[in-house]
């Protein structure tokens, strides 16, 4: 099956730092989601993105599916950002998702 | 419009029970996925079900089974449970193949 790595695996930033997150993929995916995990274990969507760039206010998203990968920015970190970030591709028929390992993200006051 | 919901919350069995986790899916989709996270890792595809129907299946042994309803909720069933059955049980919901929108999850400890 497909491998999805994601890189680093935990991060540390203090407050007001930018910082980016990467996800790379080992084959054609139908789709690539980003998730943030907060510390209670709720999945929430950030960004639906088989290509291009988007934005949403301080998080911005890059899929480069040509080259298999894919990149979050996140600008002035606040520590409400704090939790574990994944990336997560479809492949094939259907939407069943195959996770990174997901970056540990700490955000210092 | 009410989100993904999932009870219990939090779950504690002994090895060799059997588990039962329940999920309510988003107003208006028709397809609930599983997944299974153990601590420190990804969520891994469990199965999914549209319309009544299993879909698709991840890597998990038959002791795993689901159901879901003409009102499109759902249930995990887990027999004879295992120490590494331990884990964040998450449902998602979605409209056919669209985004899918993450519950709160479950936690079950096997002692």
């Known amino acids: 099956g497909i491998q999805v790595e994601q890189s680093p695996p935990d991060l540390i930033l203090q407050e007001g730092a930018n910082s980016t997150l990467r996800c790379n993929f080992s084959?054609?995916?139908?789709?690539l989601q980003w998730f943030h995990q907060n510390p209670w274990g709720q999945l929430i969507n950030l960004f639906y993105?088989?290509?291009g760039t988007k934005q949403n206010g301080r998080l911005s998203a890059t899929t480069v599916a040509t080259e298999r990968y894919s990149l979050l920015y996140i600008s002035s970190s606040q520590t409400t950002d704090s939790g574990v970030y994944f990336c997560?591709?479809?492949?094939?028929?259907?939407?069943?998702?195959?996770f990174g390992g997901g970056t540990r993200l700490m955000v210092k006051p | 419009e009410t989100g993904v919901t999932q009870s219990p919350t939090h779950l504690i069995k002994t090895r060799g029970q059997q588990v039962t986790l329940r999920c309510s899916s988003q107003?208006?989709?028709?397809?609930v996925s599983w997944y299974q996270q153990a601590l420190g890792q990804g969520p891994q595809f469990i199965f999914q079900?549209?319309?009544?129907?299993?879909?698709g299946r991840g890597n998990f042994p038959p002791r795993f089974s689901g159901l879901q309803f003409p009102n499109y909720s759902s249930e995990l069933n887990v027999n004879a449970l295992e120490l590494d059955d331990s884990a964040l049980y998450l449902c998602?919901?979605?409209?056919?193949?669209?985004?899918?929108?993450f519950g709160p999850g479950t936690r079950l400890l096997v002692l």
């Open positions: 993105i088989p290509s």
């Open positions: 997560a591709v479809e492949e094939g028929a259907g939407n069943m998702l195959t």
């Open positions: 107003s208006g989709h028709n397809t």
């Open positions: 079900y549209y319309r009544e129907e299993e879909n």
């Open positions: 998602a919901s979605s409209r056919g193949v669209e985004t899918q929108y």
């Open positions: 084959d054609s995916v139908n789709n």
